[in-house]
């Protein structure tokens, strides 16, 4: 395997952990047998850039036109099998994964701090954690605080660059956080789990070259950079302490940084404290040896220490404070965790001086968790994992079967599951691509996803009477696919010329849909005469849900070549945000929308006509006829809503809130009891499940497939298409806790069930069969 790593080091004046990190893995790599091409560039360059240069350096973060020529060359000479990734500022810029996209490369990337959404990449801003950015498409609170080289300027650019790099990050086929807070908080920003695998920095055993363990002095060590991140002065308050009430302790202090004078003035003034400056490697660690214990007092959160995990190595005990991902890495078997106090980290110091046997038995267990979790040789075959599931073997690109999926538009929703499907066929051997147009609704509607990979392609739409016909431009492009995976819509002409194609040695074509039309009010008798014809001549199907198959099958396809894809949509964060909303804050929004105690019923969804808008009015006045303090809360935007802002006039029980997402969205459901939809019904039984709230509905016949998720009595209830009944089932409910609560368990059941993960489990095992021929796994 040939590996290309791309890193902008940091400068040579402030030794980075990053540095050696990226070293160190490169090391190891070499050791393991893969072949590696390296990239580099240096941030101390531009101190030897000529005026011009100096003039383009604001917009490199964003785009650098010099390294994305450089990297192309250099991937077209080398054609490595994968492209890793470290850090790409100031110099390289993130634009190097699209060069590396368009090359074929694919691309995996170290998370080594909080970049991703924070211009400093450290989340901490004027002596405490910051997260002012976290969740806003632009950084304008760090270009407000100067937070990128305390400059408003550059912090300008970095939010620039990080909000014209969203779509960028995308493209990355693996990110390899550090540690599981850095993973969990990609999470939480909306990156998957097939997209996550987390690789600690490594450390070499420095024991497998029998380097002699010296006797601990009276010595405590403190190694990084001299920042007020890093907690220095927290430090030296605390020697302060340490110093009178141990006459023969040592504080030795290596490293250089900003606060170098600041630190040295301090240190003259204080007792038996040494600066030692920046010291090789292997001194370093003969320090650490020498040491009682190794204090990391940094008081930002940090994402992995580097030092933490030398100093386990070392078989040293390290006092830290519970900052970041180091609160998972130093607990009281291997060291002393204590808050970011000067009295707390000096009541520690003390300890581990006074008491050199518990010391000792602590530096013990730290080095048995160091060569369980932390060596050079465990770390590395997790990055060689990660690689192998993401790179292409040399040579075997031809090889690599190809599925096309075409598609009429990418709706937000979709995104998720087309990035998981993708990653979950790459590790079978399989390309996915996606072929996108044909439709204008993500126009209409909204909700128009980005999937950076899709490929466009032009369509013409057809007016044939009373139908519309839709050609799509995908023959060429589609020439040597094993597998074309269409819509299901007798509208597509595309599909007819792609069944007698395959009749002919073209590739193997699947329906994805809802098989037949259920609404009698909309069904065309031509239209679905001719896609119950058609069905026979393709090689899979691909249906939304369970009743879907049973649909296809009792029109005569063959069950052993049917897929139930479990229709999802990602509501992973949805149901964390909701366990993560508190009592307080669900009264909180109860005061702040005047709900008072009563019982609310929540609506969600566009405010459109086929929503039936104007029942919910009915159906609130019929629950308050029954229930009392009933309220109503709407969260949606549409047409529709103006029709319900004056019936809202009279009804000071019904709150109007808009369009609400993510944690806003959690925060009101937390209220509620019930969701209310008296029209059509699609997804939003998912969005209901993940609420945790059975959802109330009534039997019209144009709801989507997906009212098949929903069963009458057990997540929800089906009523008749009235609003008094309605309204009747609901104040039932509401009356009997027993029931709801019941309700309630059973929606989220459905939750841990329609997941994303699980729908692309299910179409790629469906993908799979249809490329070998096989009937789909029972």
């Given amino acids: 395997m040939k590996v290309l790593v791309v890193h902008n080091r940091y400068r040579s004046a402030q030794p980075s952990g990053e540095n050696a990190a990226v070293d160190n893995q490169i090391r190891q790599l070499l050791a393991a047998g893969v072949?590696?091409?390296?990239?580099?560039?240096?941030?101390?360059?531009?101190?030897?850039?000529?005026?011009?240069?100096?003039?383009?350096?604001?917009?490199?973060?964003?785009?650098s036109r010099e390294d994305s020529h450089a990297l192309r060359s250099l991937m077209h000479a080398e054609q490595?099998?994968?492209?890793?990734?470290?850090?790409?500022?100031?110099?390289?810029?993130?634009?190097?994964?699209?060069?590396?996209?368009?090359?074929?490369?694919?691309?995996?990337?170290?998370?080594?701090?909080?970049?991703?959404?924070?211009?400093?990449?450290?989340?901490?801003?004027?002596?405490?954690?910051?997260?002012?950015?976290?969740?806003?498409?632009?950084?304008?609170?760090?270009?407000?605080?100067?937070?990128?080289?305390?400059?408003?300027?550059?912090?300008?650019?970095?939010?620039?660059?990080?909000?014209?790099?969203?779509?960028?990050?995308?493209?990355?086929?693996?990110?390899?956080?550090?540690?599981?807070?850095?993973?969990?908080?990609?999470?939480?920003?909306?990156?998957?789990?097939?997209?996550?695998?987390?690789?600690?920095?490594?450390?070499?055993?420095?024991?497998?070259?029998?380097?002699?363990?010296?006797?601990?002095?009276?010595?405590?060590?403190?190694?990084?950079?001299?920042?007020?991140?890093?907690?220095?002065?927290?430090?030296?308050?605390?020697?302060?302490?340490?110093?009178?009430?141990?006459p023969k302790a040592m504080l030795r202090i290596v490293g250089d940084g900003d606060e170098r004078s600041a630190v040295a003035e301090r240190a003259a003034q204080l007792q038996r404290v040494s600066l030692l400056g920046t010291l090789e490697h292997s001194v370093v660690f003969a320090e650490m040896q020498a040491a009682s214990a190794v204090v990391v007092p940094s008081i930002s959160k940090e994402a992995l220490s580097v030092v933490v995990i030398e100093a386990l190595a070392a078989?040293?005990?390290?006092?830290?404070?519970?900052?970041?991902?180091?609160?998972?890495?130093?607990?009281?078997?291997?060291?002393?965790?204590?808050?970011?106090?000067?009295?707390?980290?000096?009541?520690?110091?003390?300890?581990?001086?006074s008491d050199p046997k518990e010391a000792a038995y602590r530096g013990a267990a730290g080095r048995h968790r160091f060569l369980s979790d932390?060596?050079?040789?465990?770390?590395?075959?997790?990055?060689?994992?990660?690689?192998?599931?993401?790179?292409?073997?040399?040579?075997?690109?031809?090889?690599?079967?190809?599925?096309?999926?075409?598609?009429?538009?990418?709706?937000?929703?979709?995104?998720?599951?087309?990035?998981?499907?993708?990653?979950?066929?790459?590790?079978?051997?399989?390309?996915?691509?996606?072929?996108?147009?044909?439709?204008?609704?993500?126009?209409?509607?909204?909700?128009?996803?980005?999937?950076?990979?899709?490929?466009?392609?032009?369509?013409?739409?057809?007016?044939?009477?009373?139908?519309?016909?839709?050609?799509?431009?995908?023959?060429?492009?589609?020439?040597?696919?094993?597998?074309?995976?269409?819509?299901?819509?007798?509208?597509?002409?595309?599909?007819?010329?792609?069944?007698?194609?395959?009749?002919?040695?073209?590739?193997?074509?699947?329906?994805?849909?809802?098989?037949?039309?259920?609404?009698?009010?909309?069904?065309?008798?031509?239209?679905?005469?001719?896609?119950?014809k058609i069905l026979s001549q393709s090689d899979w199907f691909f249906g939304y849900t369970s009743g879907v198959v049973d649909d296809v099958v009792h029109m005569g396809f063959p069950r052993e070549r049917v897929t139930d894809v479990f229709n999802a949509i990602d509501t992973t964060q949805l149901r964390r945000l909701r366990d993560a909303v508190s009592a307080e804050e669900t009264a909180e929004v109860r005061s702040e929308l005047g709900l008072g105690d009563g019982p609310v019923g929540l609506f969600v969804g566009s405010l459109v006509p086929e929503k039936s808008i104007a029942m919910l009015a009915e159906i609130g006045d019929q629950v308050r006829r029954e229930v009392s303090g009933f309220q109503l809360v709407v969260a949606g935007e549409g047409p529709e809503r103006s029709v319900l802002e004056s019936l809202a006039r009279s009804r000071p029980w019904m709150s109007l809130v808009g369009a609400k997402f993510g944690a806003d969205l959690a925060a009101i459901a937390s209220t509620a009891s019930v969701m209310v939809i008296p029209g059509w019904v699609g997804l939003v039984v998912i969005d209901a499940a993940a609420l945790g709230l059975p959802l109330v509905t009534t039997d019209r016949p144009e709801h989507s497939v997906e009212i098949d998720y929903l069963t009458d009595g057990v997540n929800g209830l089906i009523c008749t298409n009235n609003a008094m009944v309605m309204g009747d089932a609901i104040a039932e409910l509401l009356g009997d806790p027993q029931r709801l609560a019941a309700m309630s368990e059973a929606a989220l059941e459905l939750a841990q069930t329609a997941t994303i993960e699980n729908m692309c489990q299910r179409f790629g095992a469906g993908v799979l069969a249809c490329l070998n021929g096989e009937p789909y796994p029972a």
């Fill in 315 to 353: 078989g040293r005990p390290v006092i830290a404070t519970r900052s970041g991902a180091v609160r998972s890495l130093v607990d009281d078997s291997v060291g002393w965790s204590v808050d970011a106090k000067a009295a707390s980290l000096a009541h520690a110091m003390g300890e581990a001086l």
């Fill in 80 to 246: 490595p099998d994968l492209l890793h990734l470290h850090n790409p500022y100031p110099l390289i810029s993130p634009w190097v994964i699209r060069v590396a996209r368009e090359a074929c490369v694919p691309i995996v990337q170290t998370v080594h701090n909080r970049r991703f959404f924070c211009a400093n990449g450290l989340a901490f801003r004027d002596g405490s954690d910051c997260s002012d950015c976290a969740g806003h498409r632009f950084a304008f609170p760090a270009v407000r605080h100067a937070c990128y080289r305390d400059s408003k300027v550059q912090s300008l650019v970095m939010a620039g660059s990080l909000a014209a790099h969203r779509s960028t990050w995308d493209l990355v086929d693996r990110f390899l956080p550090v540690s599981e807070e850095l993973a969990a908080e990609m999470r939480l920003s909306g990156v998957h789990d097939e997209r996550l695998t987390v690789v600690p920095n490594g450390v070499d055993d420095p024991f497998s070259a029998q380097v002699a363990l010296a006797a601990p002095r009276n010595v405590l060590l403190y190694v990084g950079r001299l920042d007020t991140t890093k907690g220095i002065h927290l430090l030296l308050d605390a020697w302060q302490l340490v110093a009178a009430q141990h």
């Fill in 35 to 63: 072949e590696v091409v390296t990239y580099f560039r240096s941030s101390d360059e531009i101190d030897t850039f000529a005026v011009g240069d100096r003039l383009t350096l604001a917009a490199r973060p964003i785009y």
């Fill in 374 to 532: 932390f060596t050079s040789k465990v770390t590395t075959a997790k990055l060689l994992s990660a690689y192998s599931s993401v790179a292409r073997t040399k040579g075997s690109s031809s090889k690599l079967r190809r599925v096309v999926i075409v598609s009429q538009r990418v709706p937000q929703y979709r995104v998720p599951f087309f990035d998981g499907l993708r990653s979950l066929l790459r590790d079978q051997g399989i390309q996915l691509e996606v072929l996108e147009g044909g439709s204008r609704e993500g126009e209409l509607r909204g909700d128009g996803g980005e999937l950076p990979w899709a490929i466009p392609i032009t369509y013409r739409r057809l007016a044939v009477g009373k139908r519309e016909l839709i050609t799509q431009s995908v023959l060429k492009k589609v020439a040597d696919a094993d597998l074309v995976i269409v819509e299901q819509a007798s509208k597509l002409v595309t599909n007819n010329a792609l069944l007698i194609w395959r009749r002919i040695g073209g590739p193997k074509v699947a329906f994805w849909g809802h098989g037949r039309n259920r609404n009698d009010a909309r069904r065309s008798r031509i239209g679905e005469w001719w896609k119950n």
